[in-house]
């Protein structure tokens, strides 16, 4: 099974930013490639949305302007877009097939298995970003949306994450199992601890939603289970915490 979703607007990867000060930021930084600013009719002359169209008339952004339900349809949240959206490259993000197709031998990925904090989902990116882990599995339902809380919260990592889409985490983990990766679950009465867990495969570990955890799903696809050793009766960690955990270390350099 192969996933082939990507980004709406490029198939080279990217992200849609909505919100005046969000897109204000991202025009601020020159480390960001732009590929279009959108800005609806209906908004009204103020200081940012002046400070954003100078912004991509000097950076020679295109922009395009658009009715503001059309303007929804691009934002996906019409309540918090204030009239702006900003499409962002991102030559990190990929489709679960043009991962495949470039991951090394030994990748290790961690997944999203129904995480829908924003601040653990950024947390989380930051951790693999960090630690230098090649992919987070990123489903487009049941999690979290990319946007400016999880951006926010990555301490904006999140832009040069690598980022696998796809549609939904059990059809992303199958085409990863199916390319020869291992399937990897937190479990607390595992035997083995984490700390001596040494895949010798490529590895795609999978952190579960902050109240009921690992999927069914997911569990009758994992082949590996682990535990993290705790103390002083403390039964269980928050899932940004216990990502950083494993993100570094399953990382590259300690492999």
Known sequence: MTD????RWTPHGGL????????????LDPALSIHCLHLATSNRPSE???QITELAKKRNVEMRHHDRLSLSRISKNSKQDQGVALDIKCENFFSTSEFLARAPGAATVLALDGITNPQN??????SAVAAGVHGVLYPAKGVAALGPLVIKASAGTLFRAPIIYCDQVHRGLTAL???GFDIAILEAGASR??????PTSPTVFVLGSESEG??????DLASERVSIPMEN?????NVAVAAALVAFHLAPSQR
């Open 48 to 50: 940012i949305i002046s």
């Open 4 to 7: 082939n979703s990507a980004p």
């Open 193 to 198: 601890s984490l700390f001596d867990y040494e």
């Open 121 to 126: 989902v950024g947390m989380i990116v930051r």
């Open 16 to 27: 849609t930013l909505y919100g005046r000060k969000p897109t204000l930021e991202a025009l």
């Open 233 to 237: 009766g403390v039964e269980s960690l």
């Open 214 to 219: 690992i999927s069914q799903s997911t569990r």
């Open 177 to 179: 199992k199916e390319a």
